[in-house]
T-cell receptor, first 113, second 113 residues
Framework: GENVEQHPSTLSVQEGDSAVIKCTYSDSASNYFPWYKQELGKGPQLIIDIRSNVGEKKDQRIAVTLNKTAKHFSLHITETQPEDSAVYFCAATPGAGTYKYIFGTGTRLKVLA | NAGVMQNPRHLVRRRGQEARLRCSPMKGHSHVYWYRQLPEEGLKFMVYLQKENIIDESGMPKERFSAEFPKEGPSILRIQQVVRGDSAAYFC???????????FGEGSRLTVL
């Protein structure tokens, strides 16, 4: 079955710097890759997603890139702010049954003021 | 426009007791999913339901766990004879259709003493 690996597990950056989180997946049939932000005590919130027919997507300070050949995708946050501090999860959905998200193990991002 | 509502937010049970977690999907959503998050881990798929139907329960432990989504009322995840290993955050998500973006609730945190 699908397996998603996420790195790094923790990441500290200075306010204003960029942060990059990387994920790899194993199932070449996966076609939808969402990123979720989870703040302490809250549920995951979708921040950006990408489908397999697109290589890059950007939304203000957040961007996601997808390399289907290498089976990896990355989250890029530019001009980080303290409110970006949270746990970020990547996920992939297998081709069959797109509701069954396979999540990475999360990256705890700390933005230092 | 209320989001996915889960209750209780926190639940404490002693070993051997039963835990019932409730989830009301977003308005207009008829697809409900339950995920479990162990401490410091990503979310793991448990079960996918539509009204009065279990579509996929491949992520549910075979014993003690059950889920339902009746015609009227919230979806319920029931854990019988809880053990310490059941301590986790249980997240419900909903979607308007059986694929694409999932909207998560804030979770129910179960602690088994």
């Amino acid at each position: 079955g699908e397996n998603v690996e996420q790195h790094p597990s923790t990441l500290s950056v200075q306010e204003g710097d960029s942060a990059v989180i990387k994920c790899t997946y194993s199932d070449s049939a996966s076609n939808y890759f969402p990123w979720y932000k989870q703040e302490l005590g809250k549920g995951p919130q979708l921040i950006i997603d990408i489908r397999s027919n697109v290589g890059e997507k950007k939304d203000q300070r957040i961007a996601v890139t997808l390399n289907k050949t290498a089976k990896h995708f990355s989250l890029h946050i530019t001009e980080t702010q303290p409110e970006d501090s949270a746990v970020y999860f990547c996920a992939a959905t297998p081709g069959a049954g797109t509701y069954k998200y396979i999540f990475g193990t999360g990256t705890r991002l700390k933005v230092l003021a | 426009n209320a989001g996915v509502m889960q209750n209780p937010r926190h639940l404490v049970r002693r070993r051997g007791q039963e835990a019932r977690l409730r989830c009301s999907p977003m308005k207009g959503h008829s697809h409900v999913y339950w995920y479990r998050q162990l401490p410091e881990e990503g979310l793991k798929f448990m079960v996918y339901l539509q009204k009065e139907n279990i579509i996929d329960e491949s992520g549910m432990p075979k014993e003690r766990f059950s889920a339902e989504f009746p015609k009227e009322g919230p979806s319920i995840l029931r854990i019988q004879q809880v053990v310490r290993g059941d301590s986790a955050a249980y997240f419900c998500a909903s979607s308007p259709k059986g694929s694409g973006e999932l909207f998560f609730g804030e979770g129910s945190r179960l602690t088994v003493l």
